[in-house]
Structure formats: C-alpha cells, structure tokens
C-alpha cells in the first residue's frame, strides 16, 4: 500500500511540475507554423532566435507545402510555409481565407542524382531525358551515358512544393502523373535518404541538401549547360528557382507580423543565408 | 528409414524453428540495446533535443509521451470501470451483454489510425480542442478502453460469490457492496489494467501523429491547446532521414528508451496480474 | 449461478447505477460512434465516384482505393503466409515437448515481445530490413510490399505464436492419455489429437493476428514505398496500403473537403475489412471454448 502511495505522490509531483507553466494567459502568445520541409530550417532557426528576445512561444511543424496552405487556410495554424506558389486550384478553394503571401527567401532545386551515378560520368541531362526518365521511356542509365545500371526513380508526394516547381519546369504541369516513378517519398530528409541509400536514384531535392552521396546534375536548356550552383541562381541562369514563402489567411497581425518581419529583416536572412539558401533581394528573379 | 528416425527429424527440425524464433526476437531486443546505448549518453532523459533531434536528449518527448499517457487513462478509467460494473452487476439482458462484449472487441481491433482520423473529426474540430494534448489524451483513453474493460471485467468475474453473497447477508446496499467489497477486492485487476493500457498508449503513434503532436516549440505545455512533443514521433521524423548516421543513431536511443518504457510497464503488470490470480484462488 | 440484489424496490432509483449506466453509455457511444462517423464522412466521396471509389485505381485526378485496398490485402496476406508455419511450429513444440519452466519463459518472451510499439518495428525495417532484402534479392530498392510483408510477418509473430500455444494446450489431457494408450509417440499425439482439437482456436489466433497486421500504419509506413499502384505478381516492387495512405496524407487533408471524406472512405474500408476479420476470429475461439 506504501509503495501505492508513493508512487502516486511521484505522480502528481511530476505533473505539478510539468503544468506548472501553465499560464493563464492562453495560447494568444503563441504562434503556429506548419508546412514546408524546405522553409522549415529557416522558420526554425529564426524562431530560436525571435524567442530569446520574446515571451512568444513559436510552434514549428513539417507536412509539406500543401499542408502549410491547406492548414493556414483552415485556421490551424498562424503561418503556412510553402516551397512553391498557392496552386489555381488551391486559390480557389481557398477563396474566402483571403492568403496572403510573404517571400522570405529564395531557393533551387536540382535534379538530383546518387553519387555512384555522378562519379561514373553523367553530369548533365537535358529536360527531354528527365521527362523520360520519370514517364518511364528511358530505364537504365546507359542510355544517358552512365553505368549499365536501372534508374530507381524517386518522386514525391503531390503535393510537395519541391515536385510542384520540378515537374513544372520538366512538364510545364505541375501536377504531372509520372508512371516510371519507383519510390514516392515526402519531406526533403527521406528523398534526400532514399537517393543517399541507392546507388542508381534520380530524384528532386533543394540545393541546400545536396551532400556528397546526393550530388546535383547540370541541365541543358537549347544546347547550353546550366550547372546546378548559386552562381547560376543569382544570375537568373538557373531555371528551377522558387521562392520560399510564409503564408498567412488575410493580413498578419501583431506577434505574426513581428514574427513575419524579423525574418525577412536583416538577421533573419542571414539566418537563411546560413540555413543554405538565397536571402530575398540578392538575385533577378 | 523408419518411423521413429523419421519422427526424431521432424522433433528436431520444429524444436530448431522454436529455437531460431527466440534466437531472432532476441536478436531484435540486442539490436535495440547495441545500437541504441551508445546514444544514451549521461543526460540523454533529461536533456532537450538539439538541431532538429539529431543531438541533445530526449526530455520534453519523454515528458510528452508519459503526459498523454497519464491523460489517457485518466479518461479512461471512469468509463472502463463503470461500464464494466454496470454489465456485470446490473444488466440481465444476455443479448445486450453479449452485443456489448463484442463491441469490446471489435474496439480493440480497430486499426489505431482510425481513432486518429474519427477523434480529430470528434474531439479536435466539433469539440474544438485541435491539435492538443488533450485531443491526443481523449484520442488514447477511447483506444485503450477495450484494455481496461477486459483486465477489469477479468477481475470482477473472478471474485468469489462467497464475497457477494455475505455482503448480501449482511444486508448491505450494492452500492456498498460494489464500493467496499467489489472494488478492493479487484483492485489488482484494476492496476494491471491501468499498466497494460499506459503501455499501449506509450507505444501508440498513428493515432496521436497529426492530432496532439509538435515537433519543435513546445516543452511543456503551457495550455490545453497546446500539442506536445512525443517520443513515437520524434522517432518517426528520425527515421525517414535513415541516411544520417546521427539522426538514426538519436532515433535508436529514443526508441530503446520507449522500449524499456512499455517493458517496465508490461512487467510491473504481470507482477500484479500474478498476484491477483492468488487472490482469486484463496 | 450468481446472487441476486434485487432486494424489493426498483435497482434504478440508486444513483450510483445512473453514473455507471452513463459510463457505459460513453462506451457504447465511442463504439458506435466511431463506425457512423466512418459511414457519414465517407458519403461525399462515395456519392462522387460511387463503386468506383473501390474498384479505381485512379488517385490522382480521381479517389480510386483500389491500389491501396490490393496493397493492404497483398501485404497482409503475405505476413499470415509466412507466419503459419513458423508460429505453429513453436507454438506446437512449446505447448506438447517443452517442460513446464522453458515454456512459461518463452511464453514470457512472446508476450512481452507482442506489446513492442509499432514504430520499434518501423525503425528496426528502415535500418535492416529495406538494404537487407534489396541485397538478397538484387532488388533496384528495398522499400518493397515483401519488405512489408516480411516485417509484419515479424511483428504479429510473438501473438500468433503465443495464442495458439494457449489454444492447443487447453485441449483437455484426457486426449493425449487415450492417444498415448493407443500406442501413438508424442509426436503423432500432438499432430493428430491434439491440433485438430485446437484448430478454432488457432484459427482465431491467426485471424486476430492478421487484423493487427491490416491495421499497423507506421512500420508499413517507412518501408513500402508508398507509390500507388496496383501490383500484379511481382511482390518486389513499392506498394502502398491502407493505413500507409492514410499516415501520409491525413495531414495535408486533415478536417474537411472531399479528399478527407476519401480518405475516410478508405478507413471506412479498412474498418470493415477488420471488423469482419474479428469477428469471425472470435467465433471461432468460442467454439474452441466449448
């Protein structure tokens, strides 16, 4: 009975602890951000930051772009990130949110392909081959001049803003059905896993993961060679760039504002710079 | 060859599956513990985690995790206790009796994804409390009901009638029988319940991924609407980047710290379920 | 029989009996309610595709769960498969052969190993088992329905194997004596009297086995690869199952809209789907009780 009562006294004590912040102020000093695996760092990062100055608490959540609009638009949370642009069919839907779109950064994707495949000799495919690839014309890599080995093609979810920009620029249809894909991941860390893991993998990722197992192929647009580097962004050479976006339902307000404001001031976009991307301002869009 | 080589082959042979079966679910607890100890460095429990969960320690989920535990069953019991009593003490009809048990059970079996779905709709939009704590502990209580009612019900079938029968002698009420008698005398029931429902919850991630949980932000929260961080998930968003060797190497520790969570809990159980099998049997 | 309250006056009147009616009603209602929520989401996306919503494989432009309905039922298929034999076989030698101390301490093992968290197993699969098959099998990559199969295979093992073990060893003793007086060794008794015996209630354990297989979403989640696509014969290449589907995409659907009532059309399926499994599980193990 003793060790009972012991053990609910350790109990209690844990949650009085543990609820002992609770404030009666509410969950108005509070704000929720949700969405992109690609703005998330920068959304992150930042918040660390805001909070050290701040009694605001910051909540930062992955899902997707699509989910960052989707739960924006339906009032669960205060930001939206996105890696892309509100869709016309989301524009739609979401009408009566009234979204608002707040730039924050600048990033690229390349076309990303396993390190194995890179150091035997493809360094570049033109668009036509991707599309290819991703139909399911082309198989294996000899026919792009690489190993004698079957291409494991990665897509991602549908609504991810990374394949959304990708499959814009390959397809010009940003919701292209791709029948030779192999493998759908998610979030920027498992395609960037899945195409580590493999040693013949083809896949879309941002700039700021590519590694050594994970390495960017140049593409060739009209006979010219656009290598996959920041120079080319910030000359207005490479063609898949996109804007890292925070989305808000009608105009933000106080702590959102504030919050919103930091990050595209000077020590938030040092943070993206950091963070692997481009800071707003710094390139041609 | 005859009968009787051929029989001690096929002895030998199921013996050896029976055998590679323990071998290979040891296997699985020696993995667990090879690779997961090197991450439980010194403060792994009470440190928060660093640089998206690829270093620090695991504090807050763990504090995440045991507070939507310690919420479930709090809902929980009430509901499991006296829908059980009321079926045992007080419904005659058979059919309904019957009807009930199967929705025990059909409740049990139910894939937990689907609590997660049906409890948002129910408890985070109708009933307003989002994505929070609470929904998630709500989410857990209905999912661990079933756990409950059967260890319960276990417990208050096997009384003794002699029990019942002199609180009747003794003119008692039922509702002095059930407080005084009943109860007490099932209690160790009742704690195995409890424990086997908290290590249900403990392990439950499909239903609490998109219903109570945050990944980075909260510490402890500061609300009822607040989500927590949690072991399971933390574990999840681990495991898809498995090609960093230190996300994976945090993901190990955290699952061998939830591993030795729902062992803890299982074995504090059993340890009270033996001691109401000798209850019963006096 | 069991004693009687009723002592003259009607039971209702007690409060206490009111408070715990309420509870059970709770209970009845979760129940209940869960299933009617699954119907009443579920209309709009079946009032738009109508039975094409089961037999479409379309789920792009359309919400066509036939992909996912195959992957569910591919998958799970192929855990009880691979299951069967291996968790009678122990189940078999730990009931019949093993001493009483060895077998409580496997039966220990098996029962401690079924209440591992499901997420264990998911990463267990993405660490081992995904590189491990595709080097086995020369695969382009492991993130496989067999991978799947396989890993489920492994979880529901310690459950199937511990209640059919309970099962067969509740068939009375007086059966082993009579086959043993007949002259029958060991092993025919325990495959000849004694399995038949406990057939419902293996059968029953191998059901509830399986429907904890169709409903685990996290450590399908991280190793089938999640393309939607019907299969044909080839179990080597990615999948995508119920539960997989709707780990992935509850949130970005979460709350309202036609894609969340397709997604709870596809959980109204699963539902079902297991709902049926139980069911007939338990049947069976009543009749085994008898």
Same mark, same amino acid.
């Given at each position: 009975?003793?060790?009972?009562?012991?053990?609910?006294?350790?109990?209690?004590?844990?949650?009085?602890? %543990?609820?002992?912040?609770?404030?009666?102020?509410?969950?108005?000093?509070?704000?929720?951000?949700?969405?992109?695996?690609?703005?998330?760092?920068?959304?992150?990062? /930042?918040?660390?930051?805001?909070?050290?100055?701040? /009694?605001?608490?910051?909540?930062?959540?992955?899902?997707?772009?699509?989910?960052?609009?989707?739960?924006?638009?339906?009032?669960?949370?205060?930001?939206?990130?996105?890696?892309?642009?509100? /869709?016309?069919?989301?524009?739609?839907?979401?009408?009566?949110?009234?979204?608002?779109?707040?730039?924050?950064?600048?990033?690229?994707?390349?076309?990303?392909?396993?390190?194995?495949?890179?150091? %035997?000799?493809?360094?570049?495919?033109?668009?036509?081959?991707?599309?290819?690839?991703?139909?399911?014309?082309?198989?294996?890599?000899k026919e792009v001049k690489g190993p004698d080995r079957q291409i494991v093609v990665v897509d991602k979810e549908r609504h991810r803003g990374t394949r959304h920009v990708f499959m814009q620029y390959i397809f010009g249809n940003a919701l292209q059905r791709t029948p030779g894909a192999l493998l759908v991941t998610g979030s920027n860390n498992e395609e960037q896993?899945?195409?580590?893991?493999?040693?013949?993998?083809?896949?879309?990722?941002?700039?700021?993961?590519?590694?050594?197992?994970?390495?960017?192929?140049?593409?060739?647009?009209?006979?010219?060679?656009?290598?996959?580097?920041?120079?080319?962004?910030?000359?207005? /050479?490479?063609?898949?760039?996109?804007?890292?976006?925070?989305?808000?339902?009608?105009?933000?307000?106080?702590?959102?504002?504030?919050?919103?404001?930091?990050?595209?001031?000077?020590?938030?976009?040092?943070?993206?710079?950091?963070?692997?991307?481009?800071?707003?301002?710094?390139?041609?869009? | 060859?005859?009968?009787?080589?051929?029989?001690?082959?096929?002895?030998?042979?199921?013996?050896?599956?029976?055998?590679?079966?323990?071998?290979?679910?040891?296997?699985?607890?020696?993995?667990?513990?090879?690779?997961?100890?090197?991450?439980?460095?010194?403060?792994?429990?009470?440190?928060?985690?660093?640089?998206?969960?690829?270093?620090?320690?695991?504090?807050?989920?763990?504090?995440?995790?045991?507070?939507?535990?310690?919420?479930?069953?709090?809902?929980?019991?009430?509901?499991?206790?006296?829908?059980?009593?009321?079926?045992?003490?007080?419904?005659?009809?058979?059919?309904?009796?019957?009807?009930?048990?199967?929705?025990?059970?059909?409740?049990?079996?139910?894939?937990?994804?689907?609590?997660?779905?049906?409890?948002?709709?129910?408890?985070?939009?109708?009933?307003?409390?989002?994505?929070?704590?609470?929904?998630?502990?709500?989410?857990?209580?209905?999912?661990?009901?079933?756990?409950?009612?059967?260890?319960?019900?276990?417990?208050?079938?096997?009384?003794?009638?002699?029990?019942?029968?002199?609180?009747?002698?003794?003119?008692?009420?039922?509702?002095?029988?059930?407080?005084?008698?009943?109860?007490?005398?099932?209690?160790?029931?009742?704690?195995?319940?409890?424990?086997?429902?908290?290590?249900?919850?403990?392990?439950?991630?499909?239903?609490?991924?998109?219903?109570?949980?945050?990944?980075?932000?909260?510490?402890?929260?500061?609300?009822?609407?607040?989500?927590?961080?949690?072991?399971?998930?933390?574990?999840?968003?681990?495991?898809?980047?498995?090609?960093?060797?230190?996300?994976?190497?945090?993901?190990?520790?955290?699952?061998?710290?939830?591993?030795?969570?729902?062992?803890?809990?299982?074995?504090?159980?059993?340890?009270?379920r033996t001691r109401l099998v000798m209850e019963s049997e006096l | 029989m069991k004693a009687d309250f009723r002592r003259g006056g009607a039971w209702f009147a007690e409060p206490l009996v009111w408070v715990f009616a309420g509870m059970n009603f709770i209970f009845l209602g979760c129940a209940v309610g869960l299933g009617i929520f699954l119907v009443v989401e579920?209309?709009?996306?079946?009032?738009?595709?109508?039975?094409?919503f089961w037999s479409g494989e379309n789920w792009w432009e359309r919400f066509g769960a036939l992909p996912m309905i195959c992957g569910s039922l591919i998958v799970t298929g192929m855990a009880v498969f691979l299951v069967l034999p291996v968790a009678l076989s122990g189940a078999l030698f730990t009931s019949e052969f093993l001493p009483p101390s060895f077998r409580? #301490?496997?039966?220990?093992?098996?029962?401690?190993?079924?209440?591992?968290?499901?997420?264990?197993?998911?990463?267990?699969?993405?660490?081992?088992?995904?590189?491990?098959?595709?080097?086995?099998?020369?695969?382009?990559?492991?993130?496989?329905?067999?991978?799947?199969?396989?890993?489920?295979?492994?979880?529901?093992?310690?459950?199937? *194997?511990?209640?059919?073990?309970?099962?067969?060893?509740?068939?009375?003793?007086?059966?082993?004596?009579?086959?043993?007086?007949?002259? *029958?060794?060991?092993?025919?008794?325990?495959?000849?009297?004694?399995?038949?015996?406990?057939?419902?209630?293996?059968?029953?354990?191998?059901?509830?086995?399986?429907?904890?297989?169709?409903?685990?979403?996290?450590?399908?989640?991280?190793?089938?690869?999640?393309?939607?696509?019907?299969?044909?014969?080839?179990?080597?290449?990615?999948?995508?199952?119920?539960?997989?589907? *709707?780990?992935?995409?509850?949130?970005?659907?979460?709350?309202?809209?036609?894609?969340?009532?397709?997604?709870?059309?596809?959980?109204?399926?699963?539902?079902?789907?297991?709902?049926?499994?139980?069911?007939?599980?338990?049947?069976?193990?009543? #009749?085994?009780?008898?």
């Amino acid at each position: 009975m003793r060790r009972y009562v012991w053990g609910v006294t350790g109990l209690v004590l844990f949650f009085t602890m %543990a609820f002992s912040s609770f404030t009666v102020a509410g969950p108005g000093m509070r704000i929720t951000i949700a969405g992109s695996t690609t703005v998330l760092p920068v959304a992150s990062r /930042s918040a660390q930051k805001f909070m050290e100055s701040s /009694s605001i608490r910051i909540l930062v959540n992955a899902g997707g772009s699509g989910v960052g609009i989707h739960s924006v638009a339906g009032g669960r949370v205060d930001i939206g990130m996105a890696s892309r642009e509100v /869709s016309p069919d989301e524009s739609k839907r979401f009408e009566k949110s009234n979204l608002k779109i707040h730039p924050v950064g600048i990033d690229a994707v390349a076309c990303a392909i396993s390190s194995e495949v890179y150091d %035997a000799g493809v360094r570049q495919l033109t668009p036509q081959e991707i599309a290819d690839i991703y139909l399911g014309k082309i198989r294996n890599w000899k026919e792009v001049k690489g190993p004698d080995r079957q291409i494991v093609v990665v897509d991602k979810e549908r609504h991810r803003g990374t394949r959304h920009v990708f499959m814009q620029y390959i397809f010009g249809n940003a919701l292209q059905r791709t029948p030779g894909a192999l493998l759908v991941t998610g979030s920027n860390n498992e395609e960037q896993a899945k195409i580590a893991q493999s040693d013949s993998a083809i896949g879309m990722l941002s700039f700021a993961w590519l590694n050594d197992d994970v390495k960017a192929v140049a593409l060739v647009d009209r006979g010219k060679e656009i290598l996959p580097t920041w120079e080319m962004v910030r000359q207005g /050479s490479y063609p898949i760039v996109r804007k890292l976006n925070f989305i808000t339902a009608g105009e933000p307000e106080n702590e959102v504002k504030a919050f919103i404001d930091f990050v595209k001031g000077p020590e938030g976009q040092k943070i993206v710079e950091e963070s692997g991307y481009i800071p707003l301002g710094s390139s041609q869009p | 060859m005859n009968a009787i080589t051929a029989e001690k082959i096929v002895l030998a042979f199921i013996g050896c599956v029976t055998f590679l079966i323990v071998a290979l679910l040891f296997l699985i607890l020696g993995i667990m513990f090879l690779k997961g100890l090197p991450s439980l460095h010194g403060g792994f429990l009470f440190e928060e985690s660093k640089d998206f969960g690829r270093a620090g320690g695991v504090f807050y989920q763990l504090a995440g995790t045991l507070i939507l535990m310690a919420g479930a069953v709090l809902w929980s019991l009430p509901v499991a206790l006296g829908s059980v009593l009321f079926q045992t003490e007080y419904l005659r009809a058979e059919k309904f009796k019957t009807f009930l048990t199967q929705l025990t059970y059909i409740l049990n079996a139910t894939p937990t994804i689907l609590f997660g779905l049906v409890g948002y709709l129910f408890f985070g939009v109708y009933m307003d409390t989002g994505v929070s704590w609470v929904t998630g502990s709500l989410i857990l209580a209905v999912m661990i009901l079933p756990t409950l009612q059967v260890s319960i019900r276990e417990a208050v079938e096997t009384l003794p009638e002699k029990y019942r029968e002199a609180g009747m002698a003794l003119g008692l009420s039922r509702a002095t029988q059930i407080w005084r008698i009943i109860l007490p005398q099932s209690f160790y029931g009742l704690v195995t319940g409890v424990l086997l429902g908290l290590a249900r919850a403990a392990g439950e991630t499909a239903a609490i991924m998109f219903t109570a949980t945050t990944f980075s932000g909260i510490q402890f929260p500061q609300s009822f609407s607040d989500p927590v961080p949690t072991l399971q998930t933390h574990i999840l968003v681990l495991a898809q980047e498995a090609a960093n060797p230190e996300s994976i190497a945090q993901a190990w520790g955290a699952g061998l710290v939830l591993l030795g969570l729902v062992f803890l809990l299982t074995l504090a159980a059993w340890s009270f379920r033996t001691r109401l099998v000798m209850e019963s049997e006096l | 029989m069991k004693a009687d309250f009723r002592r003259g006056g009607a039971w209702f009147a007690e409060p206490l009996v009111w408070v715990f009616a309420g509870m059970n009603f709770i209970f009845l209602g979760c129940a209940v309610g869960l299933g009617i929520f699954l119907v009443v989401e579920s209309v709009p996306v079946l009032r738009a595709e109508g039975l094409g919503f089961w037999s479409g494989e379309n789920w792009w432009e359309r919400f066509g769960a036939l992909p996912m309905i195959c992957g569910s039922l591919i998958v799970t298929g192929m855990a009880v498969f691979l299951v069967l034999p291996v968790a009678l076989s122990g189940a078999l030698f730990t009931s019949e052969f093993l001493p009483p101390s060895f077998r409580r #301490r496997v039966k220990g093992i098996m029962e401690l190993l079924a209440g591992v968290p499901g997420i264990i197993y998911g990463l267990l699969g993405v660490s081992f088992l995904t590189t491990g098959i595709k080097h086995a099998f020369n695969l382009l990559d492991g993130n496989t329905l067999f991978t799947a199969g396989v890993l489920l295979a492994i979880m529901i093992l310690p459950m199937v *194997l511990t209640l059919s073990e309970d099962a067969l060893h509740s068939v009375p003793s007086e059966f082993r004596e009579a086959a043993e007086s007949l002259g *029958l060794t060991k092993l025919q008794t325990a495959l000849r009297v004694v399995l038949p015996q406990s057939l419902p209630g293996i059968v029953g354990a191998v059901l509830l086995g399986t429907g904890r297989a169709m409903g685990e979403t996290v450590a399908v989640l991280l190793v089938v690869g999640s393309l939607d696509r019907v299969p044909g014969f080839n179990l080597f290449v990615s999948g995508q199952t119920i539960p997989s589907k *709707l780990g992935r995409e509850a949130a970005e659907a979460l709350g309202s809209g036609l894609h969340w009532s397709a997604l709870m059309g596809l959980g109204l399926t699963l539902f079902l789907l297991v709902a049926v499994l139980t069911f007939s599980g338990n049947l069976f193990f009543r #009749r085994s009780r008898q």
